[in-house]
T-cell receptor, first 117, second 117 residues
Framework: DSGVTQTPKHLITATGQRVTLRCSPR?????VYWYQQSLDQGLQFLIQ???????AKGNILERFSAQQFPDLHSELNLSSLELGDSALYFC????????????????FGAGSRLTVL | AQTVTQSQPEMSVQEAETVTLSCTYD???????LFWYKQPPSRQMILVIR??????QNATENRFSVNFQKAAKSFSLKISDSQLGDAAMYFC??????????????FGEGTQLTVNP
């Protein structure tokens, strides 16, 4: 158990629908990251939050949004789902926001497998 | 933008033997970090080893070691005394050391390692 909790583990839904993926970071970690892993795109960085504030944005679609709450858990909202959104969505957490510390290592959750039919 | 390339989609090794996985990266930065993550069939992303670019000494973690060649922008992973439990997808990852970039990781395409008994 990495200490990063993601729910649900599996989710099957239909095109056009909206889903919410939830992540609880490791105790003491202030940063949360979302990654998408698909067969054709590999592991893609979506977005990072630090202590409730958006910190960095990657290849996140406009149909996707995220937030980090005061208790530091994060949610990734995926709307108007398309077949191509089927993927494994990872959440990771780290102690701080900074990249200049070797100690700021990302710990990953087990992922949420999204299947869009 | 930084890129990470793993040129070996698949590798295999006999149990107890040694195998080396290759990774090259492209960056104009001088301060960065490199990582190897392992993804077994459980899908969990597990940190194997990390290397700070400013350190000349190659990192070692038990049976895992790296060969970091900064000038050549090469970062290979050596697994000694391979075990069946080492079978997994291995990802090389890059992280900028710049404070403004957050702590996002850029991943390579992955190398699927098979360990034969």
């Amino acid at each position: 158990d990495s200490g990063v909790t993601q729910t649900p583990k599996h989710l099957i839904t239909a095109t056009g629908q909206r889903v919410t993926l939830r992540c609880s970071p490791r105790s003491g970690d202030l940063s949360v990251y979302w990654y998408q892993q698909s067969l054709d795109q590999g592991l893609q960085f979506l977005i990072q939050y630090y202590n409730g504030e958006e910190r960095a944005k990657g290849n996140i679609l406009e149909r996707f949004s995220a937030q980090q709450f005061p208790d530091l858990h994060s949610e990734l909202n995926l709307s108007s789902l398309e077949l191509g959104d089927s993927a494994l969505y990872f959440c990771a957490s780290s102690p701080t926001q900074g990249s200049n510390s070797g100690a700021n290592v990302l710990t990953f959750g087990a992922g949420s497998r999204l299947t869009v039919l | 933008a930084q890129t990470v390339t793993q040129s070996q989609p698949e590798m295999s090794v006999q149990e107890a033997e040694t195998v080396t996985l290759s990774c090259t990266y492209d960056t104009s930065e001088s301060d960065y970090y490199l990582f190897w993550y392992k993804q077994p069939p459980s899908r969990q992303m597990i940190l194997v080893i990390r290397q700070e670019a400013y350190k000349q000494q190659n990192a070692t973690e038990n049976r895992f070691s790296v060969n970091f060649q900064k000038a050549a922008k090469s970062f290979s992973l050596k697994i000694s005394d391979s075990q069946l439990g080492d079978a997994a997808m291995y990802f090389c990852a890059y992280r900028s050391g710049g404070e403004t970039s957050g702590s996002r990781l850029t991943f390579g395409e992955g190398t699927q390692l098979t360990v034969n008994p």
